[in-house]
Structure formats: structure tokens, C-alpha cells
């Protein structure tokens, strides 16, 4: 199994600063044959299903707000909310694709200062 | 507009077989990777396994002795089975479907399944 780890475990941020959340994988997730690292983000809101963010480590799904953006290759890969806004508030997780078994990172709370 | 619709006993006594239902609505079924996800009462996210567009399932190893994920397409719906529950199957689970043809990150949920396992 690809083990997904995850830091901060939460952090707190005052409206419209920065969030970076960082996530490492235990093995490179980077495709042979198409050059892309199989990596996802996904946001949970208190009482709600994940929500997809960004996949192949730095590409918006469609909808979700620019101040998103996702980068990293290899193993190592992280989140950045640009300018946090309230409904940020949430649970984020990693998740690696590059196995059949899908594995996610422990998450990150992020929470207004 | 995709949706997913879940349903199924939300209590469960140990050594039953679990069973939840995921309708989908607003699609096809066809060409698309359906996945189970489950997630423990204050805990992280755990993938069960899935079905990808050419109707082969991966499970979790833990769970693969225990677990089917099948199509119904004339239903156009996804069922999940699990046997032989114990309390540690006390979950939230959640089916999703890959974000776009043969995609695998998922971009539609379910609400989700509150199932606990308890005599």
C-alpha cells in the first residue's frame, strides 16, 4: 500500500491569509507513461460528503474557486487556499490514485483564527 | 445534473451480511469507475474497493474476502455487500463515481450511510 501522510494535522488561519497543507506519499506517484502524479484533494464540510478539488495534483475540478491551487510531483505535494474565506472551514484530504487501492491522508482541519 | 442516491439498513447484528443500494440519477452508469468508501465515527477516509467501466471490481485486501460491489444497469444502480460485519464495520459509507469517463477521482458522492454494527 502507498501510505498517504499529511501535515499540519489542523491549523487555524485568520480570514483571507494563506492555508498551505502539505501531503507526502510513501512511494512516487508519478505516471511512467503519461508524466502526471495521481493525486486528488478533497474538501469535507462538518456533515457533508468529500468533495473532489483537485486531481493529477494541480488540476481544478471544474467549479471550485481559483484561490485553490494544488502543486507537487514525486512525493511530496501540497494545498494552498490563496485567501481563506469562511466556508473553507473543512476537513482536507489527499488521496493517491497511482495503485488500484486507493489510499487517502489522515486530513487536515482547517479553521479560522 | 449527477446524483447518487444511497439507501439500505442503517443497524446491522454481527455476523449479518451488510447491504446498501446507490441509484444513480442523471447519467449513465456506463464508462464510469463506482467506488465504495467508508468512514469510521470521527475518523479518516477508508476505500472498500470498486468497479471500473468494463465491470471489474478491486477490493480493499483486508476486505476482499468479505466484500462484492456489483452493477445493476438496468437499475442503473450499485450495491455493496459485505459479510460477516463486526463493530469494526461501523462506518459512514459512501459510494462516489469517477469524476469523467474512466477517471478515477471521485467526483460524485453520495450522502452517505450511517451503518452501525451492534447486537
Known amino acids: 500500500d502507498i501510505v498517504m501522510t499529511q501535515s499540519p494535522d489542523s491549523l487555524a488561519v485568520s480570514l483571507g491569509d494563506r492555508a498551505t497543507i502539505n501531503c507526502k506519499s510513501s512511494?512516487?506517484?508519478?505516471?511512467?507513461?503519461?508524466?502526471?502524479?495521481?493525486v486528488a484533494w478533497y474538501q469535507q464540510r462538518s456533515g457533508q460528503p468529500p468533495k473532489l478539488l483537485i486531481y493529477?495534483?494541480?488540476t481544478r475540478e471544474s467549479g471550485v474557486p481559483d484561490r485553490f491551487s494544488g502543486s507537487g510531483s514525486g512525493t511530496d505535494f501540497t494545498l494552498t487556499i490563496s485567501r481563506l474565506q469562511a466556508e473553507d472551514v473543512a476537513v482536507y484530504y489527499c488521496?493517491?490514485?497511482?495503485?488500484?487501492?486507493?489510499?487517502f491522508g489522515p486530513g487536515t482541519k482547517v479553521d479560522i483564527k | 445534473q449527477v446524483q447518487l442516491q444511497q439507501w439500505g439498513a442503517e443497524l446491522w447484528k454481527p455476523s449479518e451480511t451488510l447491504s446498501l443500494t446507490c441509484a444513480l440519477y442523471?447519467?449513465?452508469?456506463?464508462?464510469?469507475?463506482y467506488t465504495w468508501i467508508r468512514q469510521p465515527p470521527g475518523k479518516g477516509l477508508e476505500w472498500i474497493g470498486e468497479?471500473?467501466?468494463?465491470?471489474?471490481?478491486k477490493y480493499d485486501p483486508s476486505l476482499k474476502s468479505r466484500v462484492l460491489i456489483s452493477l445493476d444497469t438496468s437499475k442503473n444502480q450499485l450495491s455493496l455487500k459485505l459479510n460477516s460485519v463486526t463493530a469494526a464495520d461501523t462506518a459512514l459509507y459512501y459510494c462516489?463515481?469517477?469524476?469523467?469517463?474512466?477517471?478515477?477521482?471521485?467526483?460524485?458522492w453520495g450522502r452517505g450511510t450511517l451503518v452501525t454494527v451492534s447486537s
Open positions: 462516489a463515481r469517477g469524476r469523467g469517463n474512466w477517471d478515477r477521482p471521485l467526483g460524485y
Open positions: 442523471g447519467g449513465s452508469l456506463s464508462g464510469f469507475y
Open positions: 468497479i471500473n467501466p468494463d465491470g471489474f471490481t
Open positions: 512511494q512516487s506517484v508519478l505516471g511512467n507513461s503519461n508524466n502526471k502524479n495521481f
Open positions: 493529477w495534483a494541480s
Open positions: 488521496q493517491q490514485y497511482y495503485n488500484t487501492e486507493m489510499t
